[in-house]
């Protein structure tokens, strides 16, 4: 079965950096966008970025462009998130999604792992 396992959050000050991870396990990672969302207390889960299985392409919504960069090792079936110039309103819990490159929506979805900014 398919399993996302994300690790890397944790507390940080504000202007601060964190590098979350997410490994990847039971499908071919090649074949998958792989994606990263949040979800802030009381709120909605929205989408953050993703990255293409089979070209790399990535995209991201515009709240996190210039500050966050999604990438992937193919070879560690791992995806990545590197999170700068972090702000208090970055606190959620942030999760790692994949679905295969043909298809629009994300099925498949890891536990989460809070990211903290906080002084």
């Known amino acids: 079965q398919v399993q996302l396992v994300e690790s890397g959050g944790g507390l940080v000050q504000p202007g601060g950096s964190l590098r979350l991870s997410c490994a990847a396990s039971?499908?071919?990672?090649?074949?998958?966008?792989m994606g990263w969302f949040r979800q802030a207390p009381g709120k909605e889960r929205n989408f953050l970025a993703r990255?293409?299985?089979?070209?790399?392409?990535?995209y991201y919504t515009d709240s996190v462009e210039g500050r966050f960069t999604i990438s992937r090792d193919n070879a560690k079936n791992t995806v990545y998130l590197q999170m700068n110039s972090l702000k208090p309103e970055d606190t959620a819990v942030y999760y790692c999604?994949?679905?295969?490159?043909?298809?629009?929506?994300?099925?498949?979805w890891g536990q989460g792992t809070q990211v903290t900014v906080s002084s």
């Open positions: 999604a994949a679905r295969a490159d043909y298809v629009s929506s994300f099925r498949y």
């Open positions: 039971g499908l071919t990672f090649t074949s998958y966008t």
């Open positions: 990255i293409a299985g089979n070209n790399g392409d990535t």
